[in-house]
Nanobody
């Protein structure tokens, strides 16, 4: 059974940091592009960052560039999102997802999704 499970969310103060993890099971992430998306209350889900299996394709949303870092450990079947210099507008449910479309930033291309983890940033 294909499964993605996010963890590491919580409450942080503005300017603080959090590290999200995404544990995959039932498939080998080394064959897939992995991405993070987020959805704030009352807003549509939006792209955050994505990293291809080889690391050759790496994209960040402008809103998180320079503050967030995506990484992956294919041997452990894990993906991570290091979030620094957090802002209140980063408050959202964060989802990890996988796709066979290399380097995609479109949520419609992602076929497997986690249940999400809440990140709340207070001012």
């Amino acid at each position: 059974q294909v499964r993605l499970v996010e963890s590491g969310g919580g409450l942080a103060q503005a300017g603080g940091s959090l590290r999200l993890s995404c544990a995959a099971s039932g498939f080998n992430i080394s064959r897939y592009t992995m991405g993070w998306f987020r959805q704030a209350p009352g807003k549509e889900r939006e792209f955050v960052t994505t990293l291809s299996w080889s690391g050759a394709w790496l994209y960040y949303a402008d809103s998180v560039k320079g503050r967030f870092t995506i990484s992956r450990d294919n041997a452990k079947n894990m993906m991570y999102l290091q979030m620094n210099s957090l802002k209140p507008e980063d408050t959202a449910v964060y989802y990890c997802a996988s796709t066979s479309v290399v380097g995609s930033r479109k949520s419609d291309d992602y076929t497997n999704w986690g249940q999400g983890t809440q990140v709340t940033v207070s001012s």
